[in-house]
């Protein structure tokens, strides 16, 4: 095998101010417990024991005080062997919220993941991958999985797929040529930057269909790389995920189980 390359001096935003609406606990998912710890401090966890973090910053709700606290805890559990923790107030949007981030990185800084706490049982196999793709001379990489489902485009819908109101097929997309797309999504700092300061420049509608950073820096026309995510890496969105999270860890497999 190969030798990793050195790793560049790497931030980790972790996007963490959203409200969990299709959750529905009545508080920010970050918040949310998951085998007895909050969903934001497995997230936190797994990135510090990756190791390729100097600075780790979380974008937070605004006014979460609580949130906060856990991670004034957290740093003061790293003490000074860790990653610097640095908490921000995030933005409305997922972007605003990675802006939030990007506004308080430190300077040096020369490679950014952009991560979801919402995938908070991410393996460190997968920060290495995007990590060392990184070093290795990629501009953007992204972690991804094969699809397993056959995808299909409908037309315009009334939303309702009953009976009487079905959507209709308008073609099938050849499944080879797709990828579920996860995070952390690795981007040297000058590319994300530029990517931000692009999207700016973007109409509400064009805004609102940006649904990763790695689409920002597709618009650039810089290529962007794909490496192995994890299974283990779902997104908790739905009830459903967060049993399917808590098996993972509850599991015969152990307390983290690793899906490298
Ligand atoms: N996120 C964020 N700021 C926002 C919206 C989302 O930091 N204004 C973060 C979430 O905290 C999450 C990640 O982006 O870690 C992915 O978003 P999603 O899974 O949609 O989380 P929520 O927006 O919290 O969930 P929902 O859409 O169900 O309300
Ligand atoms: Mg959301």
């Known amino acids: 095998m190969s030798e990793s390359p050195t790793r560049l001096v790497t ?10 609406q299709r959750l529905g606990y009545g508080m920010p998912k970050a918040a949310v417990p998951l085998g007895g710890e909050p969903i934001l401090m497995h997230a936190l966890r797994g990135i510090v024991a990756s190791g390729v973090a100097s600075q780790v910053c979380v974008a937070l709700p605004a006014g979460d005080d609580g949130l906060r606290r856990m991670c004034d805890d957290f740093r003061d559990e790293l003490g000074d062997g860790g990653p610097l923790l640095s908490v921000v107030d995030g933005g409305s949007t997922r972007s605003g919220s990675v802006r939030a981030g990007i506004a308080a990185l ?3 800084t020369e490679a ?5 706490a919402a995938r ?4 460190e196999s997968v920060f290495h991958r995007v990590s060392d793709s990184l070093a290795a001379g990629a501009d953007a990489v992204i972690p991804v999985l094969p699809v ?3 995808i299909k485009t ?3 819908t009334t939303g309702d797929n009953t009976a009487l109101a079905p959507e209709v097929v308008t073609g099938t997309a050849r499944r080879e040529e797709l990828r579920a797309v996860q995070t952390p999504q690795g981007f040297r700092a000058a590319t994300l930057l530029r990517a931000h300061q692009a999207a700016q420049e973007l109409d509400p509608e064009q805004a609102a269909a940006v649904t990763d950073d790695a689409m920002l820096v597709e618009m650039l026309g810089t290529p962007v790389h794909a490496v192995r995510g994890s299974t283990q890496s779902l997104k908790i969105t739905t009830p459903l995920d967060l049993i399917f999270a808590e098996g ?3 599991g015969p497999l152990g307390a983290r189980w690793v899906e490298g």
Do not use: F, Q, R
């Not at 931030?11 to 969990?20: D, F, K, M, P, Q």
């Not at 950014?112 to 979801?116: A, G, I, K």
């Open 106 to 108: 430190m300077e040096g």
């Open 120 to 123: 908070a049982l991410t393996p």
């Open 112 to 116: 950014v993941l952009v991560h979801d």
């Open 11 to 20: 931030a980790v935003i972790v996007v963490a101010a959203g409200s969990g």
């Open 154 to 156: 409908v037309a315009a």
């Open 248 to 250: 993972l860890l509850e």
């Open 148 to 150: 397993v489902d056959t």
